[in-house]
């Protein structure tokens, strides 16, 4: 995906990212009415523009017959997929304004008084592949945190991403805010990514969105901070005093409500007090809904169900139906397990005893972390944060679902009557 | 100061590394009663062993006889800079606990109950040149918000380095904590400095401290997430409806308090409605002062006093008695002028007019902005926050003050009744 730069993508990527530093300025004081006002107006033009884009997408499908069902599965597009999208700008149009708030404010002793302001990130650079929905969420989301948004989509998407965009931008200038507001790079050209990582006076974040590789490669390379949505190799521990029947609902629910999710369970790591209580229905119940189970040497002895485990299923994010699992002895054997192997993406335990909770959700280093819930809860929406570009598992500035809010920093505002320091 | 990494560098840095994981794993569970009890016995320790540090200093003071003036004072300990040193840890040690306070906490429709909840940053590796309370400074915040340090200073400082850490050490073992909680880089080969840089599985953050040469370089190699502190090409503008003797009173602090910190004023701007009755004497002042001023044509028929501005004098950090002075058309002058050459740090405005300072502080995208006070205040000392690592001017994560909350980051907790996601 990540070419070398070419004397051309730096000029590009540098013109779009002038125009994004000049529409951001005027973004960051954008009221909320007008930002409302252009992701609706979107919204509509999207509607009226539905058989431009699905051909433009029609286009991209008959370029693409040589690619992966998966991945063409997530090129097209169909009007329900499309009403999904218009609709998905109307629910961001909704959601408040995080700009202007006031985080934190205090009076100093010498009469100084200091607000903490929230204020756009700035100007954030986005890399995603084939899902053309992408162009339009992370479009909306960064608009309405008062961010502008340079789009590098994926290129066998590219028709489709255009015909999108099109549509974003006549939003835009209904409501009286800059095109460049939301620019897509209008190019295939895979250089145009390695130009967007190295322009860190222009772009302010990245955010790559796709797979492992992808997200690996943008963090080796970028000069600009990224925002980096790894995988999700989470487990549920079911401790010695889990409730049975919540235990089995949760597991199962984790496991296969949907299993190309990033907040799936990957690996079921149970107390050996309560495996011969739990896993056998447990194992019979996952058989049947068409999990793969691959267990340790204490798992399969419950199970002829069970294949073999590996040290290799322990650190992977199979976004499949297949669950590793693993006898352990305790709840500290349980965390080191967990530490060792896991990703600080989402990881539950299931218990009815407050203390072993407590400890879990304190020891366990991840972004999110459970209590007698399903990981599948992983997700902005569940979380009430309307819409997510995704779940962030680095620990600086963002952590768990990125939303609106954390598409925002803040600054200082210091209101003084004329102090100076001694 | 940053080299290729060598062979030995990268296995020296990564055992450095996985101690710290290891100890902060420890720290992050800590109490802060330990924590406190670590910094106080930190302080007792190093009070005691002052003849050592004195002795330690003595040697680098006197391997370092070539280097400059400015940095062999930086390098200089006696009892009254050792005994502020001390006296810093007992002050970080006073400071609130971070580690374990609720953010934000809500519960979802479906009964989840959500809190984001303040962990440590986790391991920090801070990068220094000559000034030896770094050592200890950084350390201790650090150390306050339960994470691990792992410090690189200057290869001058060395020998002090070593005392002052092996005092700290002392500190961390009488509390019962573990001595890989804050390390220090025992080698003055360079190598290890670019090794620290591309561990990023190991070490979390780095925290460059020290020159603009120094910061740049760390932030165009480090594979490691970096919080910056840049300079602070800081801007004071007297608006026309500015109060003569508050105006006199913050340029004269902002320039000339102390000019080498990175809240110093070092362009003044100034609204030519009033420049008439505001320059004559202001700049007298500063020139009885020992200020050199450098002013645009306008500012120059002011007084002989001032000498011709370059283009080069905007964009210019002096850190020194120098100040570059313009006079500006009115407020979207003064906006636009900072917009272009400043550097994100500290900018102020001088006015009674409170729509003009609203939208001077709502536009002008610093980290702090103040209205009717001195830049100087640009201090975690003085925003209340106690101590702090530096301003960063990054936008992600922390702005401004870094200071032990700057040094946290969170996790969603999430607790349930055997909830499922639909």
């Given at each position: 995906?990540?070419?070398q730069?070419?004397?051309?993508?730096?000029?590009?990527?540098?013109?779009?990212?002038?125009?994004?530093?000049?529409?951001?300025?005027?973004?960051?004081?954008?009221p909320?009415?007008?930002?409302?006002?252009?992701?609706?107006?979107?919204?509509?033009?999207?509607?009226?523009?539905?058989?431009?884009?699905?051909?433009?997408?029609?286009?991209?499908?008959?370029?693409s017959?040589?690619?992966?069902?998966?991945?063409?599965?997530?090129?097209f597009?169909d009007?329900?997929?499309?009403?999904?999208?218009?609709?998905?700008?109307?629910?961001?149009?909704?959601?408040?304004?995080?700009?202007g708030?006031?985080?934190?404010?205090?009076?100093?002793?010498?009469?100084?008084?200091?607000q903490?302001v929230?204020?756009?990130?700035?100007?954030?650079?986005?890399?995603?592949?084939s899902?053309?929905?992408?162009?339009?969420?992370?479009?909306?989301?960064?608009?309405?945190?008062?961010?502008?948004?340079?789009?590098?989509?994926?290129?066998?998407?590219?028709?489709?991403?255009?015909?999108?965009?099109?549509?974003?931008?006549s939003?835009?200038?209904?409501?009286?805010?800059?095109?460049?507001?939301?620019?897509?790079?209008?190019?295939?050209?895979?250089?145009?990514?390695?130009?967007?990582l190295?322009?860190?006076?222009?772009?302010?974040?990245?955010?790559?969105?796709?797979g492992?590789?992808?997200?690996?490669?943008?963090?080796?390379?970028?000069?600009?901070?990224?925002?980096?949505?790894l995988?999700?190799?989470?487990?549920?521990?079911?401790?010695?005093?889990?409730?049975?029947?919540?235990?089995?609902?949760?597991?199962?629910?984790?496991?296969?409500r949907?299993?190309?999710?990033?907040?799936?369970?990957?690996?079921?790591?149970?107390?050996?007090?309560?495996a011969?209580?739990?896993?056998?229905r447990?194992i019979?119940?996952?058989?049947?809904?068409?999990?793969?189970?691959?267990?340790?040497?204490?798992?399969?002895?419950?199970?002829?169900?069970?294949?073999?485990?590996?040290?290799?299923?322990?650190?992977?994010?199979y976004?499949?139906p297949?669950?590793?699992?693993?006898?352990?002895?305790?709840?500290?054997?349980?965390i080191?397990h967990?530490?060792?192997?896991g990703?600080?993406?989402?990881?539950?335990?299931?218990?009815?005893?407050?203390?072993?909770?407590?400890?879990?959700?304190?020891?366990?280093d991840?972004?999110?972390?459970?209590?007698?819930?399903?990981t599948?809860?992983?997700?902005?929406?569940?979380?009430?944060?309307?819409?997510?570009?995704?779940?962030?598992?680095?620990?600086?500035?963002?952590?768990?679902?990125?939303?609106?809010?954390?598409?925002?920093?803040?600054?200082?505002?210091?209101?003084?009557?004329?102090?100076?320091?001694?």
């Open positions: 995906m990540i070419d730069t070419t004397p051309d993508s730096i000029p590009l990527i540098r013109s779009l990212g002038q125009a994004a530093r000049q529409a951001q300025a005027y973004l960051s004081m954008a909320d009415s007008q930002k409302t006002a252009a992701l609706l107006a979107a919204a509509t033009a999207l509607r009226a523009a539905s058989a431009e884009i699905l051909a433009a997408n029609a286009a991209d499908m008959a370029a017959v040589d690619l992966g069902a998966a991945l063409r599965d997530r090129l597009l009007e329900k997929r499309l009403e999904a999208i218009a609709a998905s700008l109307e629910m961001i149009a909704a959601l408040p304004d995080p700009v708030g006031i985080i934190a404010e205090w009076t100093q002793p010498n009469g100084l008084h200091i903490r929230r204020v756009p990130l700035g100007v954030i650079g986005i890399i995603y592949e899902r053309p929905n992408v162009t339009i969420d992370a479009g909306a989301l960064c608009l309405k945190a008062g961010c502008a948004a340079i789009l590098r989509g994926g290129s066998e998407a590219l028709r489709t991403s255009r015909a999108l965009h099109a549509a974003f931008v939003g835009l200038v209904i409501a009286g805010l800059p095109a460049a507001a939301v620019q897509l790079v209008p190019t295939a050209d895979r250089a145009a990514v390695g130009a967007m190295t322009q860190a006076d222009l772009i302010d974040v990245i955010i790559p969105r796709g492992k590789s992808l997200i690996a490669r943008v963090q080796a390379d970028s000069r600009v901070p990224v925002l980096a949505h995988d999700g190799n989470n487990h549920v521990y079911l401790h010695a005093a889990a409730h049975p029947e919540k235990a089995l609902a949760i597991v199962v629910n984790a496991k296969m949907r299993t190309g999710v990033c907040g799936a369970a990957e690996t079921l790591l149970i107390d050996q007090a309560i011969g209580k739990i896993l056998p447990l019979e119940t996952l058989h049947e809904k068409g999990c793969e189970l691959r267990g340790d040497d204490a798992v399969q002895a419950f199970s002829p169900l069970v294949i073999p485990a590996t040290l290799e299923d322990w650190g992977t994010e976004l499949a297949i669950l590793a699992l693993k006898v352990v002895a305790g709840l500290d054997d349980a080191a967990i530490a060792r192997y990703s600080h993406h989402t990881d539950a335990i299931v218990t009815e005893d407050p203390a072993a909770a407590a400890d879990f959700l304190a020891r366990v991840s972004a999110i972390v459970l209590h007698n819930a399903s599948q809860f992983a997700d902005g929406g569940e979380f009430g944060m309307g819409a997510e570009i995704g779940i962030a598992t680095g620990r600086l500035h963002a952590r768990g679902p990125v939303g609106v809010e954390q598409l925002t920093t803040f600054k200082y505002v210091v209101h003084g009557t004329g102090q100076v320091r001694k």
